[in-house]
């Protein structure tokens, strides 16, 4: 089993311990705080399960089905990741509120050595998951952990005010922090991973720029149709119409071997290369014109 996968379900398990501990725990201390971080934490395994789901599916080669992989399901799971953290983050907001304007008893003595067990339990989370933040779908579950760790830090604060001020607003204010958390984290990840979806250029990429760089080649002489998208989250691939002199086949291949190169350079490992005599004429752009 890759490591990866052994990281995910390391996690997984450890997540469920923590799930267990804080539930109990928020039950009988009447903790929002903790309560909400329990609910960070459900999140936490369900996002850690579909990722060792969609981690395994993954890695199935390409076929007459998906002939450029299933790449992509870890993407979709990320996005059901994230939008499971936008929903609980919205639910913490409006307990806050209501306890805010409402009577609520806790009972701190409780609620501080659970959220100890919690803040040790994240950070053992998060440093199994620390690495393969390549892949999308590994960093989503791994920032649900770190949202979690910082979560479980508030959750700490607020039960040593209780004990050494009595002043239990700290509770659902650590509540609103965590809201606030969650919420960030879930919208980093869903736009993350639709950037991907909607086939959008990726981040970091100049598509003026390369193709200044393309045609700055030996023997090319322009460059139009150009599209350059993510297959999956740090795959990037690129097509585009490359204009040369009518010459031997041997020459144009390479020419074409360079434009590759160039593109290597910049992150790009699939392209798709479509060599033109110069005389076929251009749209009079860079991009693929409808």
Not at 165 to 171: E, F, K, N
């Amino acid at each position: 089993m890759p490591r990866g996968h052994q990281r995910l379900r390391t996690a997984f398990i450890i997540s469920l311990v923590i799930l267990f501990a804080e539930v109990l725990g928020g039950i009988i201390s009447g903790s929002l705080a903790l309560l909400s971080d329990a609910g960070h934490v459900l999140t936490d395994s369900f996002a850690l399960a579909m990722s060792f789901i969609a981690s395994r599916l993954s890695q199935r080669p390409s076929d007459y089905r998906a002939t450029y992989g299933y790449q992509r399901i870890g993407l979709l799971a990320a996005v059901i990741n994230g939008s499971t953290l936008l929903l609980v983050s919205g639910y913490i907001f409006y307990e806050a509120v209501r306890r805010f304007t409402s009577s609520f008893e806790i009972n701190p003595s409780v609620m501080l050595p659970v959220a100890v067990f919690g803040l040790f339990g994240n950070a053992l989370m998060a440093l199994v998951l620390s690495k393969d933040h390549h892949d999308l779908n590994i960093k989503s579950a791994w920032l649900h952990i770190v949202g979690d760790l910082l979560a479980s830090v508030g959750v700490v604060i607020a039960s040593v005010i209780i004990i050494l001020t009595g002043w239990r607003v700290a509770d659902p204010i650590a509540g609103m922090v965590v809201g606030i958390l969650i919420l960030v984290g879930g919208l980093r990840v869903v736009r993350d991973a639709l950037w991907v979806f909607l086939e959008f250029v990726p981040r970091g990429i100049e598509p003026e720029s390369l193709v200044e760089k393309i045609r700055a080649v030996e023997g090319v002489r322009d460059v139009h149709d150009v599209h350059i998208w993510s297959i999956s989250h740090g795959r990037v691939a690129f097509s585009a119409h490359v204009l040369v002199k009518d010459q031997l086949l041997s020459d144009a291949e390479r020419i074409r071997k360079a434009v590759e190169e160039v593109l290597e350079k910049e992150g790009i490992d699939h392209s798709v290369i479509q060599l033109e005599y110069a005389c076929s004429g251009t749209n009079g752009g860079i991009y693929c014109q409808q």
